[in-house]
């Protein structure tokens, strides 16, 4: 007895030994691993990457901006569903641990002494905020210790709730997707809350090992994957066995959400968007702020304006011939591989690439390019179809001679005929097309060119183009500001300018004869030169180049004759404001394609509407003193002035170089604008409540032909778009400022006249012409015209 009692006691004392040597040693390693642990309470004020989500001005979304795409949600808005869906599959006890699960690691140790040379992961959700947002991803027993000391002293300082948020939002889940919301949209197009227990148990599941389980490439294993995690939830309590089976027996229909401007052909207005949040906020804000940015883009509107654009750069390249395929590939049996490697434009449809198969004489059998699977395989579906007779007529040949076999070309349906296509090839030239709202400067649609696939170079914000008589309103304006009236008398007839170099300038119209002393309307009508240059020699340069700095066309002009034929370069997005003002009153803006930024908390950052609202802070309304808003815009010219000028431009759309336009049967103004050679062509206009300008020209700048006039070419895509836009509008006249006097006058010698001939004229207060000048005079002028214009004087009234 005393043997075993000795024996007792000295084992007792050896397990006291090891146990306090244990314990020190236990101590030494929590002492050296806790020394370099991070600092855990960052989570506190932790803000996770969250994209920038982009909408239109209907709330649509219009683009995404994310280095991680990541949607934030507080733990109140996460459905217990999803929340019992990982917890079943990553961490069963995490309501009941502190932070390392017993069970787990022991389940870890026994794969590890069976001789595996794999590190069993056995981390808790607490364990994973920890690597996640502490610790780096390597597999080490280092690792793994601080992740443990970390995660005890996490579940120390934060709740369950607090926890399992971090872990839901920051967990990445495959496909680019960062948390549990962005994932549920850009696999099921859903928000969290209308996820089934399958959907959410397919996510719960993704964290194991995302390409693991990829939908499309490894879905046997994605969905035995998420029957594992629906057996877990039955297993632990939190669905009944009957909803587990429905759920099991579903599908796995995963939908990823297609999201893209090209949607609505809105890439040039969506990188335009992005630029100016970089450069306002940086890259940092702009990809991980989670800004909520609304713009003004009209989703309509800039679908007719991608139309109004891209049919008028294909009806002026159809014009001047086919140029051949896009590319040639082998037409063999298997041509749909082949033809699906061929890059196509995403932002053309509905046109489609297509591969020649054969060619008769009355056209071609074609293969259409197969649509990719949603897994990004080439689809397997093959579709034949034919390029009818009048699908090719633009060529003026024979099929023969612009087909083989093996071409790669573009397509168009023909509406009504199906399994009939036109040929289609992508223009040379490009161009540009911008619609405003004249009051606000807030900008509709903007079509930078025809692709932007194709080419990013936004040519309505970038390209530095020469107006060319588009600017003779500018010019006008600054005369009729300045003394003059739009029956003053301005004589056309050849001019030759002395040049500081001693070299002898020889302005031209455009179009020769007809020569004489005409009014002022008549010169922006008919888009007089030498009318121009007589009226800017007249009222002088300098003032021209002041008005020209007030509009915002130029920041400097150079103040020479030549620039107010629109010899300088500017963008199509600056004239289209200059014009608005034009059309407001007068009033200046400021262009915008963004009305208000908010950041990731709600908060207003910037709003575009600086007008100061009056009584909208009451805490009450009141009928009688209902919220006033005030705008303290500058006034760039006098509100008479600015409609004179509309008066005259509508004019140029009645009877003028703009009379292609009158078949939209609205009020319109506006003016063309042809630059030497035909390298730009131009049409900015407007209606009473909308603003809209069409450039035209090669982005190497080169003539468009000895006939191409932008009565021909830009004229029509105006007309087409506001023909669309305006369709279901009520059909508004200008709006007259209070002092202007409507005159009638005779249109060819603006003098008083009530015959035939004759206008309404607008004229300012004490300016109207006198009933008569009493005398003739060439074309009914005031005697003496030729000799008195270009006095100084301001012309003649």
């Known amino acids: 007895m005393r043997f075993i009692g000795r024996l007792f006691g000295f084992l007792f004392a050896t397990g006291a030994i090891l146990f306090v040597v244990g314990a020190l040693a236990a101590g030494g390693l929590i002492y050296v691993y806790s020394k370099d642990l991070p600092d855990y309470t960052q989570l506190k004020n932790y803000e996770p990457p969250v994209m920038t989500r982009v909408h239109a001005g209907d709330g649509s979304i219009l683009a995404e901006y994310a280095h991680e795409r990541r949607l934030y949600l507080p733990s109140n808005a996460i459905p217990d569903l999803v929340k019992q869906a990982f917890i079943s599959a990553e961490d069963k006890n995490f309501y009941s641990h502190h932070g390392v699960d017993p069970e787990g690691v022991l389940r870890a140790v026994g794969v590890l002494v069976q001789g595996s040379k794999h590190i069993q992961g056995a981390s808790t959700i607490t364990q994973q905020v920890a690597k996640n947002f502490l610790l780096t991803n390597e597999r080490s027993f280092d690792r793994k210790i601080k992740e443990a000391l970390l995660s005890l002293r996490i579940e120390q300082a934060y709740s369950k709730d607090r926890i399992l948020e971090l872990y839901l939002n920051e967990i990445y889940l495959g496909l680019g997707n960062y948390g ?40 046997e294993a994605a969905i035995a994957r998420r029957n594992y995690v629906i057996e877990r939830m039955v297993e632990n309590g939190y669905v009944t066995k009957e909803a587990g089976d429905a759920a099991k027996a579903e599908p796995l229909v995963v939908n990823p959400r297609a999201l893209s401007p090209n949607s609505i052909a809105a890439g040039y207005f969506a990188e335009e968007v992005r630029r100016e949040l970089n450069d306002r906020y940086g890259d940092k804000k702009l990809y991980e702020g989670g800004l909520s940015v609304r713009t003004t883009l009209d989703p309509k509107m800039q679908l007719i304006a991608r139309k109004a654009l891209a049919d008028g750069l ?139 696939d194709q080419s990013s170079f936004n040519r309505a914000t970038q390209a530095l183009r020469q107006p060319g008589s588009s600017f003779k309103p500018i010019v006008y304006s600054a005369a009729l500001d300045n003394g003059y009236t739009p029956s003053s008398i301005i004589l056309d ?38 009318m121009t240059v007589r009226l800017a020699r007249d009222i002088g340069m300098p003032l021209i180049a002041e008005y020209a700095r007030r509009f915002g ?245």
Request: proline content about 8%; charged content about 20%.
């Open 314 to 452: 294909v009806r002026f390249d159809e014009a001047h011939g086919y140029r051949g395929p896009v590319r040639q590939i082998e037409p063999g049996s298997d041509w749909g591989q082949a033809l699906g490697q061929v890059p196509a434009l995403g932002d053309v449809a509905p046109w489609r690439l297509a591969v020649v198969l054969d060619v008769n004489d009355s056209g071609a059998r074609i293969g259409l390019q197969p649509p990719r699977e949603k897994s990004g395989d080439i689809s397997s579906q093959r579709e034949t179809a034919t390029i009818a007779p009048d699908g090719m007529k633009w060529t003026r040949k024979k099929p023969r001679q612009v087909f083989a076999p093996g071409e790669v070309v573009y397509v168009e349906p023909i509406d009504g005929r199906p399994g009939q296509y036109r040929l289609r090839q992508v223009p040379d030239i490009s161009g540009a097309l911008v619609a405003m709202d004249p009051y606000t400067g807030r900008v509709f649609a903007m079509v930078g060119g025809f692709s932007f």
């Open 553 to 797: 066309v130029y920041d400097d002009m150079l103040p020479v004759l030549s620039m107010s034929l629109g010899a300088g370069e500017t963008t199509l997005m600056r004239m289209v404001t200059a014009y608005s003002m034009l059309d407001n009153g007068g009033k200046r803006i400021k262009p915008t394609l963004i009305d208000r930024i908010q950041d990731r908390w709600g908060h207003t950052i910037y709003r575009h509407d600086e007008r100061e609202c009056l009584g909208c802070d009451a805490p009450k309304y009141e009928p009688d003193s209902e919220p006033k808003l005030v705008d303290h815009s500058e006034q760039v010219i006098d509100p008479l002035t600015a409609y004179q000028m509309t008066s005259i431009m509508e004019g140029v759309i009645q009877r003028g170089t703009g009379v292609s336009i009158r078949e939209v049967g609205k009020h319109l103004a506006g003016k063309t604008g042809t630059t030497n050679e035909a390298k730009d062509l131009w049409f900015v206009g407007y209606s009473p409540d909308l603003t809209v300008g069409v450039y035209l020209g090669y982005d190497k700048p080169r003539s468009m032909g000895d006939s191409a006039q932008a009565a021909l070419y830009s004229a029509p895509i105006f007309r087409d778009f506001m023909k669309m836009a305006l369709a279901n509008k009520p059909d508004t006249p200008f709006r007259v400022p209070p002092g202007i006097k409507l005159i009638s006058v005779d249109l060819k010698t603006g003098m008083r006249s009530s015959g035939q001939g004759s206008i309404m004229e607008a004229f300012k207060p004490g300016t109207a012409p006198p009933d008569s000048y009493g005398g003739g005079g060439a074309a009914g002028a005031a005697p003496g015209a030729d000799q008195q214009v270009g006095s100084g004087t301001g012309g003649l009234y």
């Open 493 to 530: 007839e050849p001019i030759e300018i002395v040049q500081p170099n001693g070299d002898v300038w020889r302005p031209e119209n455009f179009e020769s004869g007809n020569y004489g002393p005409h009014t002022l309307r008549y010169g922006i009508e008919h888009s007089k030169n030498l």
């Open 180 to 219: 549990i919301a962005a994932a549920a949209l850009n696999y099921f197009d859903k928000s969290v809350h209308e996820l089934t227990l399958a959907e959410a148990a397919y996510l719960a599941g993704l964290p194991k090992g995302p390409n693991n389980y990829n939908p499309f490439r490894n879905r």
